[in-house]
């Protein structure tokens, strides 16, 4: 054997290692990176499935229970009845309204009570009672509308959304123009 060849053998061995090593080195910053952050990542997803599963699993054995034992439900459930005005309570209920929008921030710029047309469809037990339509115009952001009608809905007064149109401000994107109209009854 020759010099030459025995060197050569040693540099092409150092360049096959040389080669390995970049391999690996490549294979662990790219390739495997990417996958344990791929694999890191399932982490919280498996988490949230897990809870799913748990309180699908819990909504499920209260079904069953609920309907192996019918009395339990309506017992948990407490029916409210909402009471009607009379006609000079009107201004009461206009004071709550206000002091409802207050409380959630909203800003009425009017409100305007006013009978409603009268339909033959829409006459309620011989006249006994009258439908009042409440117009208002608001302003205020989209939660805050949420939790005014809401509060409006479950309160003691028998009140519901009739007609509700929502457009935006250009000079306040945060805050959006409402008009709501809100029916009620009131006796005579």
């Keep these: 054997m020759n010099l030459n060849s025995v060197q050569l053998n040693k540099q092409k061995k150092i360049l096959i290692v040389i080669f390995f090593v970049l391999i690996v080195y490549v294979d662990n910053s790219f390739i495997l990176k990417s996958q344990?952050?791929?694999?890191?990542?399932?982490?919280?997803?498996?988490?949230?499935?897990?809870?799913?599963?748990?309180?699908?699993?819990?909504g499920l054995e209260n079904m069953h229970s609920s309907k192996s034992?019918?009395?339990?439900?309506?017992?948990?459930r407490v029916i409210r009845s909402s009471k009607i005005l009379r006609e000079g309570q009107?201004?009461?209920?206009?004071?709550?309204?206000?002091?409802?929008?207050?409380?959630f921030d909203v800003k009425i710029s009017q409100i305007r009570p006013s009978r409603?047309?009268?339909?033959?469809?829409?006459?309620i037990s011989g006249d006994k009672f009258t439908s009042i339509l409440i117009n208002l115009d608001l302003t205020c952001d989209y939660h805050n509308?949420?939790?005014?009608?809401?509060?409006l809905e479950s309160s003691l007064v028998f009140l519901g959304v009739q007609e509700l149109v929502i457009s935006a401000q250009p000079s306040d994107y945060m805050?959006?123009?409402?008009?709501?109209v809100?029916?009620?009854y009131v006796t005579k």
């Design 36 to 58: 344990r952050a791929g694999l890191n990542s399932l982490g919280p997803k498996i988490a949230r499935l897990n809870k799913d599963l748990t309180n699908l699993n819990q």
């Design 116 to 123: 409603e047309t009268v339909n033959a469809k829409n006459v």
């Design 145 to 151: 509308l949420g939790k005014f009608i809401n509060t």
């Design 182 to 184: 809100l029916k009620t």
């Design 69 to 76: 034992k019918p009395g339990l439900l309506t017992q948990k």
């Design 175 to 180: 805050n959006q123009k409402v008009k709501l």
């Design 90 to 103: 009107i201004s009461e209920l206009l004071q709550e309204i206000s002091v409802a929008a207050n409380k």
